[in-house]
């Protein structure tokens, strides 16, 4: 039977552990854009091999919003007592416990110069030790079985160290790129260096217990590896690679391999036609499940990940998971910004079934799989998304995070056999009690071609029957994403200035089906514009919506669909398009990733100029008549600036149109997401600032002609 980590009985055993949460304030208020620097995130949750305890890594804001703050944390797992601090910060993150349960090792970043580094901490007491010491640092730690060794995967070079290090150091370095790849820049990242490659590296644990043990490097070569799993009897380490030198030119392929844990030979142990992610070893050691997909014959522009399991090196595809998709797939702008986490795949202790998240139609939940037949049921269910979660091994209990519509992510425990799920902690709480939310209303309406299109309606928290109210249509990126029942800040500071938020998932979005997500090749944008336009025409329909004052924004590919929106359309009285796309060859050109492989495009745009120009917004740019606020991030290399707001910018400029840029120094592709505190703040606070402007005729001064 599911079990809803948000049922009545959840929430009630929730108030039963009440002296972990203040009391609710008895005087309320509307959310704000500022109340983002008051958020805490829980992140990373790791369970200890018995049971008993999570760890996991608090984040929150520091240095007046200028950066973020990590933590690692304890809980016990029965939720009786509150959490313990484990270590002081302010960048420590990346939790995992020995096999013996006694210690933990975490990732430890120094100063803002230094690369992260491994530290043990034993559970006992006393101060951390650094276990690592590499010049680029170390990966997460992978525990052997036994324990006494730990893997990880660094970039550090032999020239990084010892005598070649400093003979190197006396030599000027140039500081010129020379590129030779067609991907040579990262939007996280930056520049890439194209002479480094992840590899694999095991240390000792007990090896100089008074400094940094000495590791060992098990992979050469320039190929990356990642994915690091010891084999059940510790003697071999799998892992995951594409072993190809420009991997674009080729439809995505990755394989599993492994290497001797004393070192030796890479051999390849599962060879599929298509990616393969998340390998992990049965509890015997002979088989593995992953999930991954078998290239179609023709490139698509999304296909949908499924459960494989592997014996003697022969993949058996397992699933068939129709609208579902693989992992935690409902998106956000408050998942953790820092500390991570991730949605392995848990066996269990037969191996007869796995259990893993999923996400249909806007939720996830986590779902048992029978390895012989396929069989899929619910282990959670819910109008929530699992954020992040570990098992314990064979997978009796769960360390889970969790968000849902009016809650930004608290960590749980769960039995999957049964039993209501356990709150352990309550870090926004005390916040969220002085403030009045907006409960978000799941819709769905037909659009044109009679497809059912779902949407979440968000309405001010004092929404009056029979009164108008301006409308902001909001747009999610990917293409291949989705909206669903998450904490959305965005949507719920619009609604507290007065805005109804219309958040529709078109066609292109995911959980869907592969069908659904996919219909969009080579059409996009297009007949996603129209789902979104039927959506905004049925909330009219409704009776308390301004058709004198829609507002429409969105970022990325929404951003796209924004400025698409403004040339196909006069109806919108105001837009804000944010990282968006407005000349899709100059952006095929100058992105940090390719479209090589005929993914969107059937063809480079040299080859097909017309097909770019007629996709590609600026192409209709003396159309506009919308007041258009474009917000960029200086360092954003996934959309470009110069393929978009720039282009969208000047244009208008030269036609002495309404428009206004908002440029953020250092920010990528992730300013909503993950970017400085403070620019994540202001970034909100110009659209709805720019929305009062047009919507509701409120003087703001700023954005006048200087």
């Avoid at 101060?127 to 010491?133: F, N, Q």
């Avoid at 109008?383 to 098992?391: D, E, G, K, R, S």
């Avoid at 514009?529 to 909330?539: C, E, P, S």
């Avoid at 007629?614 to 954003?636: F, H, K, N, Q």
Wanted: one cysteine or more.
């Amino acid at each position: 039977m599911g079990r809803s980590l948000r049922s009545p009985r959840a929430l009630a055993l929730a108030c039963a552990f009440a002296f972990l949460a203040p009391a609710a304030s008895a005087q309320t208020r509307t959310i704000t854009a500022q109340d983002l620097l008051r958020f805490h995130w829980v992140a990373d949750p790791q369970i200890s091999p018995d049971g008993s305890q999570a760890a996991y890594v608090l984040v929150g804001v520091t240095d007046k919003g200028k950066r973020y703050e990590t933590s690692v944390w304890v809980v016990a797992a029965d939720g009786k007592s509150a959490p313990r601090r484990l270590t002081s910060g302010p960048r420590d993150g990346s939790p995992r416990w020995a096999p013996d349960g006694k210690t933990l090792a975490f990732l430890r970043v120094a100063s803002d110069t230094a690369p992260p580094q491994i530290y043990l901490l034993s559970l006992a007491g006393g101060e951390p030790r650094p276990l690592t010491d590499l010049a680029k640092g170390a990966s997460p730690a992978v525990w052997s079985p036994s324990g006494k060794s730990i893997a990880f995967a660094s970039t550090t070079l032999p020239t990084d160290t010892g005598a070649a290090s400093r003979s190197d150091s006396a030599k000027e370095k140039s500081d010129v790129h020379v590129i030779t790849r067609a991907e040579y820049r990262s939007n996280d990242e930056g520049w890439t260096d194209p002479t480094r490659h992840s590899h694999i590296w095991v240390t000792d644990v007990e090896a100089g217990r008074d400094r940094p043990s000495p590791a060992r490097q098990l992979t050469f070569g320039e190929y990356d590896e990642e994915g690091l799993k010891w084999s059940p009897d510790g003697d071999r380490i799998t892992f995951i690679s594409d072993r190809v030198p420009e991997p674009y030119y080729n439809p995505p392929d990755a394989d599993v391999y492994a290497v001797p844990a004393a070192g030796g030979s890479i051999e390849k142990i599962i060879d599929i036609d298509g990616p393969i992610g998340g390998a992990v070893p049965s509890p015997d050691g002979k088989a593995f499940a992953f999930a991954g997909w078998i290239n179609p014959k023709q490139q698509q522009s999304f296909t949908e990940a499924n459960l494989f399991v592997a014996t003697g090196g022969a993949a058996r595809q397992v699933t068939h998971l129709g609208d579902a998709e693989v992992g935690s797939g409902v998106i956000g702008d408050q998942r953790p910004p820092r500390g991570g986490g991730g949605s392995p795949i848990i066996w269990s202790a037969d191996g007869r079934t796995l259990i893993m998240a999923l996400t249909e139609h806007g939720r996830s939940n986590l779902a048992r799989i029978d390895v012989a037949t396929g069989k899929v049921e619910p282990v959670t269910t819910g109008a929530h998304a699992v954020l992040a979660y570990t098992a314990t091994p064979g997978g009796s209990r769960f360390a889970v995070t969790i968000s849902d519509a009016e809650h930004i992510g608290d960590l749980y425990t769960l039995d999957p056999a049964g039993g209501a799920p356990v709150q352990l902690t309550h870090v926004n709480d005390s916040l969220f009690a002085t403030l009045r939310l907006s409960e978000p209303e799941r819709i769905t309406y037909r659009s044109f071609d009679g497809k059912t299109i779902e949407a979440w309606l968000v309405k001010p928290p004092d929404f009056t029957p029979g009164r108008k109210y301006p409308l902001i249509l909001n747009i999610h990126g990917g293409p291949h994403s989705a909206y669903g029942e998450t904490f959305f800040h965005e949507f719920q500071v619009m609604a507290a200035r007065g805005y109804v938020v219309l958040a529709p998932n078109p066609r292109g979005s995911t959980s869907y089906g592969e069908s659904f997500a996919n219909i969009i090749q080579y059409r996009y944008p297009g007949d996603d514009y129209k789902d979104l336009m039927i959506g905004v025409d049925t909330l009219i329909k409704r009776g308390y919506i301004d058709e004198k004052r829609l507002g429409v924004t969105g970022g990325s590919g929404g951003g796209l669909l924004t400025n698409w929106t403004v040339t196909q359309t006069t109806r919108f009285a105001a837009a804000v398009s944010q990282r968006s796309i407005a000349d899709w060859a100059a952006w095929w050109y100058t992105a940090d990733f390719t479209l090589f492989i005929p993914a969107w495009f059937r063809s480079p745009p040299f080859q097909d100029p017309q097909d770019y120009a007629r996709r590609s917004p600026i192409t209709y740019i003396a159309r506009v008549t919308t007041p258009l606020m474009l917000i960029e991030g200086e360092a954003d290399s996934r959309t470009p600036s110069g393929s978009g707001g720039m282009t969208m910018f000047r244009a208008l400029k030269a036609m002495h149109k309404t428009t206004v840029m908002v440029s953020f120094p250092g920010e990528t592709h992730e300013l909503s997401r993950s970017g400085k505190p403070v620019h994540r703040v202001e970034r909100l606070e110009h659209i709805i600032a720019w929305f009062d402007k047009y919507l509701q005729n409120k003087q703001v001064a700023r954005y006048d002609q200087q």
